[in-house]
Antibody, heavy 124, light 109 residues
């Protein structure tokens, strides 16, 4: 049974870089047909996708965050990561990693697995 | 890409049915049959309940029904139960981009 688990600092200072990792167990990040995704949720609000990566290394980012975001894959550790530069209070949220399946036309199909989420606070 | 439009809240009594709508455009909801729905209880991660517009995820009871007409997808929950009280989000893709609805809070009266 594939499981996802987020890890990283729960507190980041303003203007610094947020770095989170999602560890995949029970399966492989190289499995064909899946995109590995980061999503965030501000307290009491809806879901916002941040970006996703395929095993080929192809990445797609939310245009509103593209200039500050990098999603990367570490096949040797069976993990994928998120870095978000120059954080502000607006980046404080719960960050989820999730598995997104790839449709036959290569488009994102939907999320079948989620991590439990990690709360990130931005404060000096 | 704009978020998909959902009602902020819906409510119903136990045993009743409710329908949650998700409106997009011909470039997303109306253009692809990749609409999915997620249920999120407080403090928990979202859970897939419907995918490909109308297919129930594994273990999801038949009380949950998905449909689509034009640029609007809908989730209907019949025979409301107390545990159905949660936030519900729709999802669609616009080519390689991802769109979520703003979320609907379902209250079981």
């Amino acid at each position: 049974q594939v499981q996802l688990q987020e890890s990283g600092p729960g507190l980041v200072k303003p203007s610094q870089t947020l770095s989170l990792t999602c560890s995949v167990s029970g399966g492989s990040v190289t499995t064909a047909g899946y995109y590995w995704t980061w999503i965030r949720q501000h307290p009491g609000e809806g879901l916002d996708w941040i970006g996703y990566i395929y095993s080929s290394g192809d990445t797609y980012y939310n245009p509103s965050l593209r200039s500050r975001v990098t999603v990367s894959l570490d096949m040797s550790k069976n993990q994928f990561s998120l870095t978000l530069d120059s954080v502000t209070a607006a980046d404080a949220a719960i960050y989820f990693c999730a598995r997104l399946w790839r449709t036959r036309i290569g488009a994102p199909g939907g999320f079948d697995l989620w991590g439990q989420g990690i709360l990130v606070t931005v404060s000096s | 890409q704009s978020a998909l439009t959902q009602p902020r809240s819906v409510s119903g009594s136990p045993g009743q049915s409710v329908t949650i709508s998700c409106t997009g455009t011909s470039s997303d909801v109306g253009g692809y049959d990749y609409v999915s729905w997620y249920q999120q209880h407080p403090g928990k991660a979202p859970k897939l309940i419907i995918y490909d517009v109308l297919t129930r995820a594994s273990g999801v009871p038949g009380r949950f029904f998905g449909s689509k007409s034009g640029n609007t997808a809908s989730l209907t929950i019949s025979g409301l139960q107390a545990d159905d009280e949660a936030d519900y989000y729709c999802f669609s893709n616009a080519r390689r981009y991802i769109l979520f609805g703003g979320g609907t809070k379902l209250t079981v009266l």
